[in-house]
């Protein structure tokens, strides 16, 4: 099965995905935590050209394909392997990052985002995507509360924010079958204790 966390900077995406591999580890159910962009050698390596400060004359087109580039040797590398070995995969972001991202919260056009997505996973869908819903104002406020962080969002304006929060309620709308859109204020515990009772559902086991 494979599980994808979706949702704004600081909604909580890496803390749920922790917390769910974890979980699953304890019930002995084999499991593997990536993140995106990263995961392999030649993704880590990607992820360092795309998040250098230095690159400012990094244009939104190169930025998109560096994205695609290093997931689609993610999926080949790891992602597939280990879904055919019967894993649970947990993917701290996808490409639905890419689309809210790049195309709704950037210049890239819609179609041909998703175009480049099927093309960099050879069209390997989320079973599902779990969205923590917090808005942009929400975030701010989080990223002012851990100081350093703070400059990462404040790259970017609340405009953008705004735009991107859009985005991804958005693709849940259009794909909720595999969206599970979970209130990113409630507490730590109540996300992922709701995300832990959907997850035992599709896998089939007790909770
Ligand atoms: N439900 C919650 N309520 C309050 N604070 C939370 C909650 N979940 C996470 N946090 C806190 O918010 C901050 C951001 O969490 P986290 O790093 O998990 O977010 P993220 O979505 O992975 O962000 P990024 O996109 O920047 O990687 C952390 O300080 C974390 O402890
Ligand atoms: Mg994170």
Redesign the pocket.
């Known amino acids: 099965m494979f599980i994808t ?1 979706e ?11 922790k917390l769910l591999h974890e979980y699953l580890k304890k019930r002995k159910i084999k499991s593997i935590l990536l993140r995106e962009p990263g995961g392999t050698t030649i993704s880590e390596k990607v992820r360092e050209i795309i998040l250098d400060r230095e690159h400012i004359e990094m244009t939104p087109l190169t930025e998109f394909m560096l994205f695609s580039a290093s997931r689609s040797q993610l999926v080949s590398q790891v992602i597939k392997p280990h879904l055919k070995k019967g894993y649970v995969v947990i993917c ?2 996808y490409y639905d990052s890419s689309t809210a991202y790049q195309s709704y919260g950037g210049k890239m056009e819609l179609k041909q985002v998703l175009e480049v997505n099927d093309i960099a996973t050879g069209g390997l869908k989320p079973d599902m995507t779990i969205l ?1 819903d917090i808005g942009p104002k929400a975030a701010f406020a ?1 990223a002012n ?2 100081g350093n ?1 703070k400059d ?1 969002m404040e790259n970017k304006n609340l405009a953008f924010y705004t735009k991107v929060y859009k985005g991804f309620k958005d693709i849940a709308n259009h794909n909720k079958k595999r969206f599970v859109v979970i209130k ?5 515990n ?2 992922h204790h709701t995300i832990t009772q959907k997850i035992n559902k599709k896998l089939n086991i007790s909770n």
């Open positions: 966390f949702g704004l900077d600081f909604s909580g995406k890496s803390t749920q995905a701290d972001r923590i989080r509360m851990r962080a990462r990113g204020t409630l507490t730590i109540e996300i």
